[in-house]
Every structure is written in structure tokens, then in C-alpha cells.
């Protein structure tokens, strides 16, 4: 017959109550157990069996481990710790605790102002897991998808790379105009036009190559500025006040960064870079743009726009955490020096806690109204870039070692058209070093770098090379 799911458990319990209830009775009418057959003294062991205490669970040994400097050999304290999805972050002495069932599973630690690590858990049988890592400072160059796929381009800064104490390159990944140096798996499915160039055709490969070198590599993504995805979906763009989709100085439109299917292309394409073996992800023109009269899918405050840039962050973020990467964002000069966002959704405090490294862009000439005591910026490369650290490190409470600024590799464009050569290269690269920052990029947008203001090695003489000893004659 049919009965409902509630009437065949109370049939179910009334059926186990009656079987109790019949095996009761038919004990008590039984002999004792020393007369009972050997099926009766079973049931009766059973009984006692079960009237003793349950044996209490066997405690199971987290995993433990710590991450080292290694100069030093003393733990890191708040360093991150990486196994799968799970991420933990040491204690004061650099220690840190995982659960047993993760022994065995690769494990990644990193901290700003060192090299990222890689291992594995050991049991906790073997005893602790041990990370070490290595202090380093970022000293690079950009590359555009142009440049990396040139090899005069690339094959000229991988040269000055070798000549100089240069360590690391900037490569773009998703660029101002849309392209992408490789074929990448993830393009087409966000919604591009079907990728029509690609500069690097085994960019693994590639990668391998430049890490065996000891290159340390920074994904360039640039953000919001997406002219193709503008174009491909419309109702993501930034508006003008009358409608139409607007564009900026150089004809690019952008997406809107208060929508947040916008930040959607970003982040895949940092999480496929991230896939790919970069180092690190740097987020470009994440923010919104300064000219004045847009429109917006919300309103264009104070109110709405450092949150829905520090969203995006924390999206990305979440996603990039199991990769092990640091994260980076480019942000303008001025936000070293305004309290505000500089109306572009850009806070220094709001941003500090959502980047491993920030990269203010201190090129002197973009420095319109200069700073405090030094109004002609170009004349004054070194208190640019010194005092605009200074200013930020202070009001963050942040160390030095977590900024990283854009320097000025390129001919003045704002104020006398000046070149930027050995003298002015220098001063900026001595201010950063003089605060601790955490190194310093050089930007030139043709990728035209020349050994100008860089420590250039000394490299042994042959001894073909050296100079003869002069040997007295003896009369």
C-alpha cells in the first residue's frame, strides 16, 4: 500500500520497538547463561560488550611548519602560507599549523620584499615543514606585446639585463589596446573578438626560459581601459552625458568599474597569467577616468567609487590566492599626496590593504602642478619620487618595502621637453633606494632602454685582456 514518508518511519520505529520487546521476553525465559546453549551465552557476551566504555578517538597531528628568512634562518612573521584553497598566515615566531589530511599537497609561501617559495607538506611523522625565503628587490623594465614578441626588442633588454644589476620585466598580458601576446584559452569565452594577433607562440615556454635566467616576471593587466570589450558588449561601457560611448585621448573607450560584470576580464585573464607561472599580477589603469561629465552605472561620489575599485580588488584577490602571486596595482603620483581618492577611486588606506605592492607612477612629468617646494617637476626628479614615497609611507604606516614605483625612462612631454637620460634616471632610482622601497620599474612605451643611470657590473678581464707587467732589463 502507499503510505507517506512520515507514516513508513513511524511503521519502521513500531516494528523495532516490537523486535526489543520480544527479545526481552524471550531472555528472561532462558536458563542462566552457564545451562544456555552457545547462541544465547553470544548474546548475552554482546550485551556486556556493548555496556562498556567506547574506546576514546585516536588525536590526529596537524601538520606544522615555518617559513625562514634566509639570511637570517628566524622565522616571518604574517607570512602567507599556500596548500590548495586553504590559506593561513604565520604567527609572530613564523610558525604555522595545517590539517594532517594535507600531507603530501604542494605548499607556497610568500611575504612582500621576498622571492615566493614552493614545497611540499611533509607527515607530521617527519616533522616540521620548513620554507625559506629569500629577500628581493624588483629592479625591471616594461615590455609590451610588441616587445616581448620582438627579438630585437626583447633580445636588446635581455642583454642589458646580463650587463646590469636589472632583475626583473614587466610584461603585458592583456594591453592598452586590447592585446594579448599569446593565444590565450580564456579570450574568446569572456566575450573578445577572436584574438587576430599573437606576438608569442609558446609563451610557457618562454617563461621557463626567462625563470632559468632568474628573471622575475610581473604580469601587466590593464583594467578598465578595454576599448574591445566596450565595443563587444556596449552596456558596459562608460557613457558620455548624452549617451554614447565615450572615448578617451587616445580613441579607447572604457568599461564601467561600478558594474561588476565588468571586473569579470581582469581577473581571468590575471588568473590564466597567474596559471601560466607569473610571479606576480599588476593591475593597470584600475580606476576610474578624470574627465569630468560621464556617466556611470552609479552615481560618480566619493561614495561609490574607491569601494567598487577595492571590490574588484578583493575579487581578484580571491581568485589569485591559490596561485601563490603577488598582487600589484599602478596607481597615479598624486595619491601619494591626496586624502581623497583623487577622484578616481583611488585611496591610499583603502588600496594598502587589499596589495602586496602598490607602483605609484612617478614620472616627474606627469607632476602637472608639481609638489610642495618643487613646482618644476622635471627639474627635481629626486624630490619627486623621494618625497612622494615619504608622503605615502607615512600616512599608510606601511613600510617602504611595500611600494615599488614607475620611474620615468622617456622624454619630458609636459614641461621642456626634456630627455631623461644618466642624471635624471639616477636621481630616481637613488630616491627610491634612499626610502627602502621595495625596487623600482623603469617605463618606456617603444621598450628603448640603454644602461643610463643603472649599475652597470664589472665583469673580470680575459687574461688576454690585461695589461702586461712591465719586466726591468738587466744590463
Not at 319 to 332: E, G, H, T, W
Not at 441 to 448: I, R, T
Request: glycine content about 8%.
Amino acid at each position: 500500500m502507499n503510505v507517506s514518508r512520515h507514516q513508513g518511519i513511524a511503521l519502521a520505529i513500531g516494528a523495532m520497538l516490537l523486535a526489543s520487546l520480544t527479545l526481552s521476553v524471550s531472555l528472561r525465559a532462558q536458563p542462566s547463561a552457564a545451562n544456555t546453549p552457545a547462541s544465547v551465552a553470544s548474546v548475552a557476551s554482546a550485551a556486556s560488550v556493548a555496556s562498556m566504555p567506547a574506546t576514546p578517538p585516536v588525536a590526529v597531528t596537524p601538520l606544522r611548519g615555518m617559513v625562514i628568512d634566509a639570511d637570517t634562518k628566524q622565522g616571518i612573521p604574517l607570512a602567507y602560507v599556500v596548500s590548495g584553497d586553504t590559506t593561513v598566515r604565520t604567527d609572530h615566531d613564523g610558525r604555522f599549523t595545517l590539517p594532517a589530511s594535507m600531507a603530501g599537497q604542494a605548499v607556497g609561501a610568500r611575504m612582500p620584499g621576498y622571492r615566493q617559495q614552493q614545497g611540499k607538506l611533509q607527515a607530521a611523522a617527519a616533522g616540521p615543514t620548513t620554507l625559506t625565503l629569500r629577500k628581493f628587490e624588483s629592479r625591471g623594465l616594461y615590455l609590451s606585446a610588441w616587445g616581448i614578441g620582438s627579438s630585437k626588442l626583447r633580445g636588446d633588454a635581455l642583454a642589458l639585463m646580463a650587463q646590469t644589476d636589472l632583475n626583473t620585466l614587466v610584461i603585458d598580458v592583456k594591453g592598452d589596446a586590447g592585446i594579448v601576446p599569446y593565444r590565450s584559452e580564456v579570450w574568446e569565452a569572456l566575450g573578445y573578438p577572436k584574438q587576430t594577433v599573437v606576438t608569442v607562440h609558446d609563451m610557457p615556454a618562454l617563461i621557463k626560459d626567462l625563470h632559468d635566467k632568474g628573471i622575475y616576471l610581473i604580469a601587466r593587466v590593464v583594467t578598465f581601459k578595454d576599448d574591445k570589450m566596450a565595443n563587444a558588449k556596449p552596456q558596459w561601457a562608460i557613457k558620455t552625458s548624452g549617451g554614447a560611448i565615450w572615448k578617451d585621448r587616445e580613441g579607447l573607450s572604457w568599461l564601467d568599474p561600478s558594474i561588476p560584470a565588468t571586473w569579470e576580464p581582469a581577473v581571468a585573464m590575471a588568473e590564466e597569467a597567474a596559471k601560466l607561472g607569473f610571479d606576480e599580477i599588476q593591475f593597470d589603469y584600475v580606476r576610474f577616468p578624470d574627465t569630468p561629465g560621464l556617466q556611470f552605472s552609479q552615481p560618480n561620489t566619493w561614495e561609490v567609487r574607491p569601494f567598487m575599485i577595492s571590490a574588484f580588488l578583493d575579487k581578484a584577490r580571491q581568485r589569485l590566492a591559490k596561485y601563490n602571486v603577488y598582487m600589484s596595482a599602478d596607481i597615479f603620483g598624486y595619491v601619494c599626496w591626496n586624502l581623497n581618492d583623487t577622484l578616481i577611486g583611488q585611496q591610499l588606506e583603502m588600496l594598502s590593504d587589499r596589495l602586496d605592492y602598490l607602483s605609484p607612477m612617478l614620472y616627474p612629468s606627469g607632476f602637472t602642478w608639481g609638489i610642495p617646494g618643487h613646482v618644476m617637476a622635471v627639474g627635481s626628479p629626486y624630490e619627486i619620487v623621494h618625497h612622494s614615497l615619504q608622503a605615502a609611507i607615512e600616512r599608510s604606516g606601511m613600510s617602504g618595502v611595500r611600494f615599488r614605483p614607475w620611474l620615468q625612462s622617456f622624454k619630458d612631454y609636459a614641461f621642456d621637453r626634456r630627455v631623461f637620460g644618466e642624471k635624471e634616471i639616477r636621481a630616481q632610482i637613488q630616491a627610491a633606494e634612499d626610502v627602502h622601497a621595495q625596487g623600482w620599474l623603469l617605463w618606456n612605451a617603444s621598450n628603448h632602454y640603454s644602461t643610463a643611470g643603472l649599475n652597470v657590473k664589472k665583469l673580470p678581464m680575459s687574461p688576454a685582456a690585461k695589461p702586461a707587467t712591465a719586466v726591468a732589463s738587466v744590463p
